[in-house]
């Protein structure tokens, strides 16, 4: 491959150290990124360079002046050189259609305990 290093997608993420070829591949490839940012859970990677992530949302309901969790299932695509697998909490990040159904893909593979203590970050930023 002609280029080892991985380039700046311009976000705070670690780049991953192994350099595999596929053009849709944020750091390595052609896919340039926009719009959304959200962390998510990987439920199922058995389709090549495929993922399916679960997101879980609140959804406010004005009737009972209350919050509704909600969950919502995306296909994104899982680069190589990520790798993401099942029950793995990772970072997506919205890109032009890569097929049909796929519009996100995985910029980061976040470690679990990091995840926790943002959680508490935004529950004391919100209190």
């Known amino acids: 491959m002609k280029n080892e290093t991985a380039k700046n997608i311009g976000?705070?993420?670690?780049?991953?150290?192994?350099?595999?070829?596929?053009?849709?591949?944020?750091?390595?490839?052609n896919l340039r990124l926009r719009g959304r940012i959200m962390t998510a859970t990987v439920i199922s990677s058995k389709v090549p360079k495929t993922a399916t992530v679960r997101r879980y949302k609140r959804h406010y309901l004005p009737k009972y002046q209350r919050f509704e969790r909600r969950i919502s299932k995306i296909r994104v695509h899982n680069p190589a050189s990520i790798n993401a697998q099942e029950?793995?909490?990772?970072?997506?990040?919205?890109?032009?259609?890569?097929?049909k159904t796929k519009r996100f893909v995985i910029i980061e593979i976040i470690d679990k305990n990091e995840l926790v203590e943002s959680n508490k970050e935004e529950e004391n930023e919100t209190n």
Request: glycine share 6%; proline share 12%; with cysteine.
């Open 11 to 29: 976000l705070k993420v670690n780049p991953p150290s192994t350099a595999v070829e596929d053009k849709n591949c944020p750091f390595f490839g």
């Open 87 to 99: 029950g793995n909490v990772v970072k997506i990040a919205e890109c032009r259609p890569i097929s």
